[in-house]
């Protein structure tokens, strides 16, 4: 190996193309096409995802959590696969129905609704609700013999990057007192659920779930138990490597075989879905030298696109659309967001090569509470969805 090639093979490895799955001359096609900053939704990404996950999870029902990304096309991509859908609020009801799905097909699983929002969701089919308090039972007394209730338990798990039991559930020890209430009042108990985290980086915590439920539901054998709802966790790679899927899941059908028969089981997956589904193509509007370090300002930022990162803490994978092979020497620089607040930092320690105003940049993995937990601070508009069958060069996707 000469001296050029170890050079660079060197840099590769130490600044790794985040793009080389991509086909860069479609990207640039679409930069010609629309004006930055937007986001570029890759339906066949959907496709890959949700069948992926369905096959590491065999026999489990999916239930897409919207509130991870709610574009139409995403859900109507997702109804074809044949997915079940998650909602929590009226919005999202009303948004599932305006696109044909049905009230059997879902699951409302936010454990504190407004009277109302039980009304709205009956009033479009769905009759499966979540609680996970005393309160929250008894405003369904009066909906006796109308719905089937499943009951949330909490597993807190320090593996998980957002800890999904801290605000909702209720310890094992609550749940016989919680089924005395319901069937003290003829309301019907089915099934239990739990969340153990967003991004889960271990399955651990939630197969011990699992077995802590089934355990559960064999000692309140007065419940004609139906379900089992195990909630998501279920991870993607950002700047970190996680389990392959298959890998994760493995844990989690081994204690889903203990499982009594006749229980059905259901998950509810959103990021795994929709993050590595969508991208972000921004663009450099201004640059500065700032002591030892350049700054460069994007045309978007963590009020924008990237608040994922203030309110997911997420990192996402950020590179030139230029072709690696015409990068220069990566210098230490901040990417910072377009807006007069100093908190909008994109990224503060990232090398990268000389850039100048015009240059684009690609954010990847940028599905998931994004777009969704965006605003418009400053005035500055939401990027724009642009929806695409595929933007993967079919040389490399392989790889």
């Given at each position: 190996m000469d001296k050029q090639t170890i050079i660079e093979s060197f840099a590769e490895q130490s600044h790794p193309d985040v793009l080389q799955m991509f086909d860069r001359s479609s990207l640039e096609e679409l930069v010609a096409k629309h004006e930055t900053p937007f986001m570029v939704l890759d339906l066949s990404e959907i496709d890959y995802q949700y069948k992926s996950l369905q096959a590491a999870l065999p026999g489990v029902k999916l239930f897409y959590a919207l509130k991870a990304l709610s574009h139409p096309e995403l859900i109507k991509r997702l109804k074809s696969l044949g997915s079940n859908f998650d909602l929590a609020t009226i919005g999202e009801v009303e948004l599932v129905e305006s696109l044909g799905i049905k009230g059997d097909q879902c699951i409302h699983t936010h454990p504190i609704k407004k009277d109302?929002?039980?009304?709205?969701?009956?009033?479009?089919?769905?009759?499966?609700?979540?609680?996970?308090?005393?309160?929250?039972?008894?405003?369904?007394?009066?909906?006796?013999?109308?719905?089937?209730?499943?009951?949330?338990?909490?597993?807190?798990?320090?593996?998980a990057v957002v800890d999904l039991s801290r605000k909702f559930g209720c310890a094992l020890e609550e749940l016989p007192q919680l089924v005395e209430l319901a069937q003290k009042n003829g309301i019907e108990v089915v099934g239990l659920s739990f969340h153990v985290?967003?991004?889960s980086l271990s399955p651990m915590t939630q197969s011990n779930a699992i077995r802590a439920s089934v355990?559960?539901?064999?000692?309140?054998?007065?419940?004609?138990?139906?379900f089992l709802d195990i909630g998501g966790s279920f991870p993607v790679s950002y700047q970190e490597?996680?389990?392959?899927?298959?890998?994760?899941?493995?844990?989690?059908?081994e204690a889903l075989s203990e499982l009594p028969e006749g229980i059905e089981v259901f998950a509810e997956p959103g990021r795994f879905i929709s993050a590595p589904s969508m991208i972000e193509v921004v663009s450099v509007v201004g640059k500065a030298k700032r002591g030892a370090r350049t700054w460069y300002y994007l045309d978007d930022g963590v009020y924008g696109g990237f608040s994922g990162q203030m309110f997911d803490h997420a990192s996402y994978p950020l590179a030139p659309l230029k072709p690696f092979d015409a990068l220069g020497e990566f210098l230490p620089s901040v990417l910072a967001g377009?807006?007069?607040?100093?908190?909008?930092?994109?990224?503060?320690?990232?090398?990268?090569?000389?850039?100048?105003?015009?240059?684009?940049l690609i954010g990847k993995q940028m599905g998931a509470y994004t777009i969704a937990s965006a605003t418009e601070f400053n005035y500055y508009p939401k990027p724009k969805v642009v929806v695409v069958e595929d933007i993967f060069d079919p040389e490399t996707e392989a790889l």
């Open positions: 109302k929002e039980i009304q709205r969701a009956l009033d479009f089919g769905c009759n499966r609700f979540v609680v996970d308090n005393m309160a929250e039972m008894k405003k369904f007394i009066k909906y006796a013999g109308k719905v089937e209730l499943i009951i949330r338990v909490s597993f807190r798990s320090k593996q985290g967003s991004q355990a559960a539901m064999k000692v309140m054998n007065s419940v004609n138990w139906k490597t996680v389990l392959p899927i298959d890998d994760f899941c493995a844990p989690l059908m377009p807006t007069c607040d100093s908190i909008d930092v994109v990224a503060e320690d990232i090398e990268l090569p000389e850039m100048q105003i015009g240059d684009i």
